[in-house]
């Protein structure tokens, strides 16, 4: 079960029909709407100030959130991708980006609707990507516009996917016995 922490006065909010890992940490002043999955390892440490997350929101493994005191928050928009071991600290990201893996979105950064910032950036404190907006590097630069459909569409099916994976495992905490494989290539394989 997922370590959800009150910290001054401040107890997390999860919305209806969302996946936490066995070992995500959700603390105090967290705020998340529906459908949203948080994996493995991810720490939302919302002891410092607030982290607002929308609809159908995933947050990969190892990723971490967190703000500065009194100074800045969190603000993620729906249907959001972060990617395994991103850090996001203080930035806001608005609805369909993605934030590629092992990213860093620094305080009061601001990713674009439809955004896609590459695996391994790192944006810098106050930096403005646009709406379908292709960012990398370190620090993030702008590479190229994404056309609206791509960008959304894309961001959309990797939301919706991770939807799909968190269902697999609110399955087997329903129905923890799975089926008998026997019978099957993989049973025998098993055996010997």
Not at 59 to 81: A, P
Request: hydrophobic share 40%; proline share 4%; net charge negative.
């Amino acid at each position: 079960m997922a370590l959800i922490k009150s910290v001054r006065g401040f107890t997390p909010e999860i919305g209806d029909n969302c996946y936490l890992a066995d070992n995500a940490t959700i603390i105090g002043d967290v705020v998340m709407g529906r459908d949203c999955s948080i994996w493995f390892g991810t720490v939302l440490r919302g002891d410092v100030n607030s982290i607002k997350i929308g609809d159908c929101v995933n947050i990969q493994d190892g990723s971490v959130l967190h703000t500065l005191y009194q100074k800045s928050t969190i603000e993620i928009g729906n249907h959001v991708s972060v990617g395994h071991n991103v850090t996001i600290h203080g930035a806001k990201v608005h609805d369909y980006a993605l934030i590629g893996m092992g990213s860093v979105l620094l305080d009061d950064a601001e990713i674009g609707e439809g955004a896609i910032i590459a695996a391994g950036s790192v944006v810098t404190a106050r930096t403005k990507v646009g709406p379908y907006e292709l960012w990398g590097g370190v620090p993030a630069k702008f590479i190229k516009m994404v056309s609206p459909e791509q960008g959304k569409e894309i961001n959309q099916k990797i939301a919706h996917n991770y939807k799909m994976y968190a269902s697999w495992y609110n399955e087997e905490e329903t129905h923890p016995n799975p089926p008998s494989r026997e019978g099957t290539a993989d049973s025998a394989e098993i055996v010997q």
